[in-house]
């Protein structure tokens, strides 16, 4: 009875340093590299992690390359700038523990009767370094390498590489226009409401996930490499539209042993080029500002995943069809010295398919 209790103590002790553990990165705010790279504290950028300010997404417009660190530089005869390289690389770290609890003890994955272990603990669940900010005039990065604890691999994880232009036009109005390259559909995203950033900001690996979604949540994250341009005008009105192709980390092809082509062997590859698009609309009015977006994908897939001698692997025949579509709005108001952030989004998926290959639910997201 009292070795009960005692380890009902380390629970409630586990858990409420746990709930600690997670509440202090809201303290931390951001990524250290883009205040070390600034000289501004995190609040500029941000509200509340990891919602961005105003400046925070011209801050990531302008592809990340704001500094007021001392430069490597190199001129020209002319006077033309032909390097600029800040003295201190733009790194950081982060490391995530979990203690995951189901409300019911799962079944034994083997058949044996029995329960599985309820109450693990994940140290380190995740751990990850950052190399955030400035790579060169004009061109800046976000790029995320991370330890998984339950693949026990290093992968790359959210990245987001920027080349951005800034152009002056009529009046007090400007156009800045770019390219971005990254791994993530809704990553590189300014308001931060996309599914990239939605809430929960990290989820236990021990816990279960739902069998079907919407490819916009996430599905697609760091196993696609996409190319994409933007416009933003007035700091007003934002555009999108980028192309994904299938970048499965950690593929091996069956027959040659190294990595790719994919075939039918690999699950869920893209057939042809992946659409994201992105609209959004902000307007500013003394310390107050209001946006309104839209966003959505246009994805098939092969399922794939084994051979049969009636059914030999390829990419070819029926396909899961997806056309998610989602809203946002967010409304920021500073006052007081502290900033208030309430944002709202939600979507409406329709996957659909002629032929369909693996029956795929229809869902919602809010």
Known sequence: MRMQKNNRMLIILARTCIGITLLMPHLACAVPSFARQTGMACQACHTVFPELTHFGRMFKANAYTLD?????RGITRDKEEMLSI????????MAQVAYTSTNKT?????????????????FPE????????????????????????????????NTDIRLAEHMPASGDRDLIFGLTLNNNPTVQDLWNTTPAFGYPYAVTNAALSPLAKTQIDGALAQSVAGLGGYLMWNESLYAELSFYRSAKQGFTHPITGAAGPLDGTATNVID??????????????????????????????????????????????PKNRFRDTGIDAQYQ????????TTSVSTGRPSPTSLRPAVPMPCSTRA
Do not use: C
């Open 126 to 157: 995740a751990a990850s370094l950052f190399y955030a900010g400035k790579i060169a005039p004009q061109l800046g990065g976000f790029i995320q390498l991370t330890y998984d604890n339950a693949a026990n691999k290093i992968h790359i994880d």
């Open 86 to 93: 800040g003295q201190m690389p733009p790194i950081s770290a």
């Open 106 to 122: 799962l079944p034994e994955s083997t058949g044996i009767n029995g329960s599985s272990q309820n109450g693990t603990v994940s």
């Open 272 to 317: 042809g080029p992946s659409l994201y698009w992105r609209l959004a609309y902000e307007h500013q009015w003394r310390n107050n500002s209001i946006e309104f977006g839209v966003y959505g994908n246009k994805v098939e897939l092969f399922p794939g995943g084994g051979t049969t001698p009636a059914a030999p692997a390829s990419l070819s025949g």
């Open 68 to 72: 007021n660190l001392k430069q490597v």
């Open 333 to 340: 108001r500073r006052a007081f010295g502290e900033r208030i």
